[in-house]
């Protein structure tokens, strides 16, 4: 170091790295605010909520250039959970089902028009 510069001070690390950590601090809460929506509540509260809410948060927070790709145990748990708790989703699963098939009744008759 030259004599002239002045050694860094807690406050200037604070300044220079202040984007990275209200970046971060943005994605915390924007993970928050996603696992809040009421459309992943069952998952949320569910016997595989807290697996769910790992994997989520692990993909939402990934910085690798394959997305995701580092959160493959995260993943795994959950799959796991969902096939130790079938009961558990039989009625969401249920009504994807009846949404695809009114989707496909509608296109169905799209294409007939």
Do not use: Y
């Amino acid at each position: 170091m030259e004599r002239s510069q002045k050694p860094k001070t807690m406050t200037s690390i604070e300044q220079e790295t202040e984007v990275g950590f209200v970046c971060m601090q943005g994605m915390d809460e924007w993970v928050r605010n996603a696992l809040e929506c009421p459309c992943v509540k069952e998952l949320k509260v569910g016997p595989c909520g807290g697996n769910f809410q790992q994997a989520f948060t692990c993909f939402a927070k990934s910085k690798e250039p394959d997305k995701g790709s580092d959160c493959v145990q995260a993943f795994q748990s959950l799959q796991l959970c969902i096939s130790n708790h079938p009961e558990a989703f039989e009625d969401m699963i249920q009504q994807v089902i009846e949404e695809d098939s009114e989707k496909g009744h509608r296109d169905e008759e799209n294409d007939a028009a």
